[in-house]
């Protein structure tokens, strides 16, 4: 069992920046591919990013990329997310996943609780 806690999440300006954390517990954290996701209210959960479990390649959706960067630290068994240029559209509450690097999350076997994002203009 794998468990993970988001955090780093708050409130900024339209153009600033925030990064989140993701800490991971109960499993072996370099074995795992793993991923963003980010739900705005009325809306399905997206595919933000995700990464390989040697932290190589990273994989964005087409709205953050050249603003977000994934990345990961395997011997600190934590993920994380730096956003830049931030925009009122990321506003969302952004969970981590573990997995997988699909943009399907069913494809994710775990995820954390979330961390709130919140972009004003």
């Known amino acids: 069992q794998v468990q993970l806690v988001e955090s780093g999440g708050g409130l900024v300006q339209a153009g600033g920046s925030l990064r989140l954390s993701c800490a991971a517990s109960?499993?072996?954290?370099?074995?795992?591919?793993m991923g963003w996701f980010r739900q705005a209210p009325g809306k399905e959960r997206e595919f933000v990013a995700s990464?390989?479990?040697?932290?190589?390649?990273?994989y964005y959706t087409d709205s953050v990329k050249g603003r977000f960067t994934i990345s990961r630290d395997n011997a600190k068994n934590t993920m994380y997310l730096q956003m830049n240029s931030l925009k009122p559209e990321d506003t969302a509450v952004y969970y981590c996943?573990?997995?997988?690097?699909?943009?399907?999350?069913?494809?994710?076997?775990?995820w954390g609780q979330g961390t709130q994002v919140t972009v004003s203009s």
């Open positions: 996943a573990v997995g997988s690097i699909s943009s399907r999350s069913t494809q994710y076997d775990y």
């Open positions: 990464i390989t479990r040697s932290g190589i390649t990273p």
């Open positions: 109960g499993g072996t954290f370099s074995t795992y591919s």
